[in-house]
T-cell receptor, first 110, second 115 residues
Framework: GEDVEQSLFLSVREGDSSVINCTYTDSSSTYLYWYKQEPGAGLQLLTY?????DMKQDQRLTVLLNKKDKHLSLRIADTQTGDSAIYFC??????????FGAGTRLTVKP | DAGVIQSPRHEVTEMGQEVTLRCKPISGHDYLFWYRQTMMRGLELLIY????????DSGMPEDRFSAKMPNASFSTLKIQPSEPRDSAVYFCASIPWGDSLDTQYFGPGTRLTVL
């Protein structure tokens, strides 16, 4: 497809793990990104993964990449209320443009 | 609604020249963001405004960059003097308010090339 696809909503309980999934479009994407948008703030780069990797871990964040299926996921361990935000998946295209998903709205319940 | 409007769409200039990028947010939106996108760094937040007031400019790379928002319907990002490493796509985005999870509305971007 032509769109980067993400589920629009995810709700988890505090302390649980959150997994946000994304399907991207361009199998030649060099970098794949996860951004976080909190209320009243700009997009913040959370993490990125280079296309020759299949996993990247950074503290509570784990990124998994399945190039065959063009599937990217972000796992947040021990999710906290402060993790409530919109999470955007993004890919780079051949012309160096970026394509963003519509964002997954994560709600963390106490 | 016309969406977020940016101009110019493409700009090619020589090193040392002043560059001014323009943005018109969606009418009624209180927040305006300036981003820079490069291959190596992805999308970087440069600065954002709330009700025309700069809130966080910690992403502005250096003193050569400045941004203004003289009124609710117009903002500029200026680079003086420009350098080849400033070549990127510059996006402007706006959101209605800051107290809810609301997706940002992006402009089409200005592709800047500094020779």
């Amino acid at each position: 497809g032509e769109d980067v696809e993400q589920s629009l909503f995810l709700s988890v309980r505090e302390g649980d793990s959150s997994v946000i999934n994304c399907t991207y479009t361009d199998s030649s994407s060099t970098y794949l990104y996860w951004y976080k948008q909190e209320p009243g703030a700009g997009l913040q780069l959370l993490t990125y993964i280079f296309s020759n990797m299949d996993m990247k871990q950074d503290q509570r964040l784990t990124v998994l990449l399945n190039k065959k299926d063009k599937h990217l996921s972000l796992r947040i361990a021990d999710t906290q209320t402060g993790d409530s935000a919109i999470y955007f998946c993004a890919e780079t295209l051949n012309n160096n443009d970026m394509r963003f998903g519509a964002g997954t709205r994560l709600t963390v319940k106490p | 609604d016309a969406g977020v409007i940016q101009s110019p769409r493409h700009e090619v200039t020589e090193m040392g020249q002043e560059v001014t990028l323009r943005c018109k947010p969606i009418s009624g939106h209180d927040y305006l963001f300036w981003y820079r996108q490069t291959m190596m760094r992805g999308l970087e937040l440069l600065i954002y405004f709330n009700n025309n007031v700069p809130i966080d400019d910690s992403g502005m790379p250096e003193d050569r960059f400045s941004a203004k928002m003289p009124n609710a319907s117009f903002s500029t990002l200026k680079i003086q003097p420009s350098e080849p490493r400033d070549s990127a796509v510059y996006f402007c985005a706006s959101i209605p308010w800051g107290d809810s999870l609301d997706t940002q509305y992006f402009g089409p971007g200005t592709r800047l090339t500094v020779l």
